[in-house]
C-alpha cells in the first residue's frame, strides 16, 4: 500500500434486530403474528414479514443437513446475520452493516480478501453479542416462556419493546472484542487477611438481615465474593460493570488517614449509598423500589430485589425474594449496618493494594501484552483493555492485532485438544495463543528483531511469572 493511501476504519452498524415465533403465524395472511419485535419499528410492515420470512426459509433449509445444528450465521456481500435460538422456537436475529468508513464516506467492502479478513472475528464476536442480549433480558424478564404464561403474546411483546428499545441503544458495537466472546469476570487480588476480613463482613450482614439471600461482594469493577451461581454471576457482573457503576462513578478516596473521612464520637459518618432503590433516606416521600432479577434455582429460577449499596469503590450486592415489600425500616437498618461497615472495609483493601504496589515496586511498561480466561471459573485478565465498558473500550493495540486475537481464538473453538500457535504480525509484533486445560492465553510482544525460539522462550517466562506454569505446552 502506498504511503499516502488513507488509512480506512472498518466500523459494523446495526441495520436491524428481531424476534420471532415460526408457529404463531403458520398460516398464509397472518405472517405478522410471528414477529414479537422489530427494531427499527419504523420499518414497513411487508419489508419486516419479507425479512423474517428469508431467515425463517435459511434456518429451514439448513436444518436439512444438520437437523440439530441449524445456520448460526449467513455472510453477504454488505452484511451479516446472526441467528440466535434460545428457546424452542424463539428466533433471534441481528442484522449488522459491515462497511469501510473514511474521512468523509461510508462505502462496503467489496474486495473478497477484506471480506474473508473480517469473516471469522465478525462470527464470534458479534455471535457472542447477539447471546449477551438474550441473557441480558432474561436477567431483568425472566425466560421468553414466563411472559408467555402470565400474559400470553401480548404481554410477551410488551417487555421485549420496553426492555430492547433501551438496551439496544446502550450497543456500542465497535467496543466489542474477544472480551465479549469470553464474557468473564475480573478478580480482585487479596491477601488472606482481607479476603476474610469480607467473608466475615459478608456472614455477619447476612445474619443480622436474614431476608439477604445472596450476596457479592466487589472493589473496584472487580469481583471479590459472590453467592450466586456462576452464569448468573456472569450476566449480572456484566450489567454492574458496564451499566450500573459507570452511571455512578465517583473518585477514589484515600486510605484510613484521609481527611475526607471524618470520625465523630465513635458514630462513623460513612460513605454509603444505594445505587438501586432509594436515592435519599431522609426524603420523606423516596420511593423503595429496586429492579428486579432472576437467577436460577432448583425448581428453575427465583426473582429478587436486587439491591446495590455502594462506598466509596466497594460495593455489595444483596439479593432479597421479590415476594417480600421492601419498606423504609428495613432500607435504613441495611444503611446503619453496612454503611460504616462497608466504608471501613473499602479503606482496608485500598490500603492494602497501595502497600502491595509499593512493596512491587513502580509500574514498568512491559514488552508483553496478554489477555488470559479460564473456563471453568470465569476468570479474566488483561493488561491489554486499559478501559472497556458498554459504551468505551480502550485498547493499547492496534486493532489488526485484536482480529488476529479473534482468528486465534476460532481455531481454538474448533478443536478440544490443547494447542499453539505463534503468528507474526506486518507490524512486526508476535502474536501468540496457547490452550491448555480449558485456560486460554493470547500475547502479544514487540520485538522486532526476535526469532520463533526466543518468542517462544519469553512466553514461557511470563507463564512461569504470571500463571504459575499453568501453560504446560512445550
Excluded at 485438544?417 to 503468528?423: F, H, L, P, S
Excluded at 496457547?434 to 520463533?452: F, G, H, P, T
Aim: a negative charge; glycine letters at 4%; proline letters at 4%.
Amino acid at each position: 500500500m502506498a504511503s499516502g493511501t488513507q488509512e480506512k476504519q472498518y466500523t459494523p452498524s446495526l441495520l436491524s434486530f428481531f424476534i420471532y415465533n415460526p408457529t404463531f403465524g403458520p398460516r398464509e395472511g397472518e405472517e405478522e403474528k410471528k414477529i414479537l419485535f422489530y427494531h427499527p419499528c419504523e420499518v414497513e410492515k411487508n419489508e419486516k414479514i419479507r425479512n423474517v420470512g428469508l431467515c425463517e426459509a435459511i434456518v429451514q433449509f439448513t436444518r436439512t443437513f444438520c437437523p440439530t445444528k441449524p445456520a448460526k450465521s449467513l455472510h453477504t456481500q454488505k452484511n451479516r446475520q446472526f441467528f440466535f435460538e434460545p428457546e424452542d422456537n424463539f428466533w433471534m436475529v441481528m442484522v449488522f452493516s459491515l462497511c469501510i468508513q473514511t474521512r468523509n464516506t461510508c462505502e462496503y467492502r467489496e474486495m473478497l480478501g477484506d471480506l474473508i479478513f473480517l469473516t471469522m472475528l465478525t462470527d464470534t464476536v458479534y455471535g457472542a453479542v447477539v447471546r449477551q442480549c438474550y441473557s441480558m433480558y432474561k436477567l431483568f424478564n425472566g425466560t421468553f416462556s414466563r411472559a408467555m404464561e402470565a400474559g400470553g403474546v401480548e404481554l410477551l411483546t410488551q417487555k421485549l419493546e420496553k426492555f430492547f428499545y433501551r438496551y439496544l441503544q446502550t450497543l456500542h458495537l465497535q467496543s466489542c472484542d474477544l472480551l465479549d466472546v469470553f464474557g468473564g469476570i475480573s478478580f480482585f487480588p487479596l491477601d488472606k487477611m482481607t479476603y476474610l476480613k469480607i467473608q466475615s463482613f459478608v456472614n455477619r450482614v447476612e445474619e443480622s438481615l436474614s431476608l439477604i439471600k445472596y450476596t457479592a461482594f466487589l472493589y473496584n469493577d472487580q469481583l471479590i465474593w459472590s453467592g450466586l451461581e456462576q452464569d448468573d454471576m456472569r450476566i449480572l457482573y456484566k450489567y454492574l460493570t458496564t451499566s450500573l457503576f459507570p452511571r455512578h462513578s465517583e473518585p477514589e478516596l484515600a486510605g484510613r488517614d484521609s481527611p475526607l473521612r471524618p470520625e465523630v464520637a465513635g458514630n462513623l459518618l460513612h460513605y454509603g449509598r444505594f445505587l438501586t432503590g432509594p436515592t435519599n433516606l431522609k426524603d420523606p416521600e423516596a420511593k423503595f423500589r429496586f429492579p428486579k432479577i432472576f437467577v436460577s434455582a432448583e425448581d428453575g429460577y427465583e426473582e429478587l430485589h436486587l439491591i446495590v449499596y455502594k462506598a466509596m469503590s466497594a460495593a455489595a450486592c444483596f439479593m432479597i425474594s421479590a415476594s417480600v415489600e421492601l419498606k423504609r425500616d428495613f432500607c435504613e437498618q441495611l444503611d446503619s449496618l453496612v454503611g460504616p461497615q462497608l466504608t471501613l472495609l473499602a479503606s482496608d483493601i485500598c490500603e492494602q493494594f497501595t502497600i502491595n504496589r509499593r512493596i512491587s515496586g513502580p509500574d514498568k511498561e512491559p514488552q508483553f501484552k496478554f489477555i488470559y480466561f479460564n473456563h471453568m471459573n470465569l476468570a479474566e485478565k488483561s493488561t491489554i483493555h486499559m478501559r472497556k465498558t458498554a459504551s468505551v473500550c480502550l485498547t493499547s493495540v492496534h486493532p489488526d492485532l485484536m482480529k488476529i486475537l479473534g482468528d486465534i481464538n476460532c481455531d481454538f473453538a474448533r478443536v478440544d485438544e490443547d494447542e499453539e500457535i505463534i503468528v507474526k504480525a506486518m507490524t512486526d509484533y508476535w502474536v501468540v495463543g496457547k490452550k491448555s486445560d480449558q485456560r486460554e492465553l493470547y500475547v502479544i510482544l514487540n520485538q522486532k528483531n526476535a526469532n520463533l525460539i526466543e518468542v517462544n522462550e519469553e512466553v514461557k517466562r511470563l507463564c512461569a511469572t504470571q500463571f504459575n506454569n499453568i501453560f504446560f505446552l512445550d
